[in-house]
């Protein structure tokens, strides 16, 4: 085994931590994709009520289709 060469063996072990990387990564990238499109939304909703005058946005939110309000939980 030549560990100076361009190509070193790489173990199971590592192959797997690279998978479970991998994993982690493209949950974090969803949950981020579906906050921005959230946002988005609360987004278009206020404007939408903004241009009809709708001083009552949360009242507003089930004729746009939104299911949440904003407001985020700790």
Do not use: H, W
Not at 43 to 48: K, L, P, R
Request: hydrophobic residues 35%; contains cysteine; negative net charge.
């Amino acid at each position: 085994m030549d560990l100076l060469s361009p190509n070193p063996p790489t173990t199971i072990s590592s192959r797997e931590e690279m998978s479970r990387e991998r994993l982690r990564y493209l949950e974090a990238m969803a949950i981020y994709c579906e906050a921005i499109a959230m946002v988005e939304e609360y987004q278009q909703a206020v404007s939408v009520a903004n241009l009809g005058g709708i001083r009552d946005i949360q009242g507003f939110y089930p004729q746009l289709g939104l299911k949440n309000s904003p407001q985020v939980s700790n």
